[in-house]
């Protein structure tokens, strides 16, 4: 799972952050979402749904795949 933020969207409604506070926070200025963790551990995956199903805005954005490592 990856999580991105569109803090262009975002209203400050708080409710990601209300949630999961070990992945998301709020901006002190504007009260915008802080993404703290784009790829959290598989056991907080449903929860990770669930705060981008509430959110109004719809400016969280999960990805299901798990991002490429590059490497040997």
């Given at each position: 799972m990856h999580i991105t933020t569109d803090t262009d969207s975002c209203i400050g409604s708080g409710q990601c952050a209300l949630a999961l506070p070990e992945i998301f926070?709020?901006?002190d200025?504007?009260?915008k979402v802080l993404l703290i963790n784009d790829s959290p551990d598989r056991e907080l995956?449903?929860?990770v749904r669930e705060a981008a199903y509430?959110?109004?805005m719809q400016a969280i954005t999960v990805t299901e795949a798990e991002p490429r490592q590059e490497g040997p």
């Open positions: 926070d709020q901006d200025t504007e009260g995956h449903d929860d509430r959110c109004p």
